[in-house]
């Protein structure tokens, strides 16, 4: 399955030496949502992609990721898509 033009979380997380589980305690979910996020399985509500994201940004140091920047142009689930 391939990522979509709008996740960049899985890239972000591996350039920046962090794992799954490191993600998913940082962040206070569990590894599988981020496997489902990564994989494009659902879409995640903004909650979860604010815990993911306040959750990279404490495990790296310098830059600090905003929002809009990991999951630019994020598509909605197509159960979620409006038509």
């Known amino acids: 399955m391939s990522i979509g033009p709008g996740n960049h979380l899985k890239a972000i997380r591996e350039r920046e030496g962090i794992s799954t589980?490191?993600?998913?305690?940082?962040a206070g979910v569990s590894e599988r949502i981020?496997?489902?996020v990564e994989e494009?399985?659902?879409t995640p509500r903004l909650e979860v992609k604010a815990r993911l994201?306040?959750?990279?940004?404490?495990?790296?140091?310098g830059?600090?990721?905003q929002t809009?920047?990991?999951?630019?142009g994020w598509?909605?689930?197509r159960r979620h898509a409006k038509r």
């Open 21 to 26: 589980a490191a993600l998913a305690t940082a």
């Open 34 to 36: 981020i496997r489902r």
């Open 40 to 42: 494009i399985d659902g």
């Open 53 to 61: 994201v306040t959750g990279l940004n404490t495990l790296i140091s």
């Open 63 to 65: 830059k600090g990721y």
């Open 68 to 72: 809009e920047e990991v999951f630019a």
């Open 75 to 77: 598509q909605a689930h």
